[in-house]
Nanobody, 122 residues
Framework: QVQLVESGGGLVQAGGSLRLSCAASGRTFSNYLMAWFRQAPGKEREFVSGIVRSDVYTYYADSVKGRFTISRDNAKNTVYLQMNSLKPEDTAVYYC???????????????WGQGTQVTVSS
């Protein structure tokens, strides 16, 4: 079992930045691939970004490419999402997710955090 706890959400003006953190329990963190999802009001949860064991292999939804950066620190059991040039349409609850494996997918994650609210004002 893996427990995930997000932090770093908040209110920011358009064009601003936030960094989300997701702390994972357990010593096997490095064996899991990690991802960020988000869900805006009235919309389905969508994949935002994913990362495998190494920071070299990262993946992004088209909507956030060039603006968001995912990274992980396996020694700290933590994954991050640096969010720059934020837009009002980025407003959503952001969720951290994990699954055991080495291939990033946009679904079928086994563990989920409770989410952190990100609100971008115009």
């Amino acid at each position: 079992q893996v427990q995930l706890v997000e932090s770093g959400g908040g209110l920011v003006q358009a064009g601003g930045s936030l960094r989300l953190s997701c702390a994972a329990s357990g010593r096997t963190f490095s064996n899991y691939l990690m991802a960020w999802f988000r869900q805006a009001p009235g919309k389905e949860r969508e994949f935002v970004s994913g990362i495998v064991r190494s920071d070299v292999y990262t993946y992004y939804a088209d909507s956030v490419k060039g603006r968001f950066t995912i990274s992980r620190d396996n020694a700290k059991n933590t994954v991050y999402l640096q969010m720059n040039s934020l837009k009002p349409e980025d407003t959503a609850v952001y969720y951290c997710a994990a699954k055991y494996g080495s291939v990033v997918t946009t679904a079928n994650y086994d563990y989920w955090g409770q989410g952190t609210q990100v609100t971008v004002s115009s």
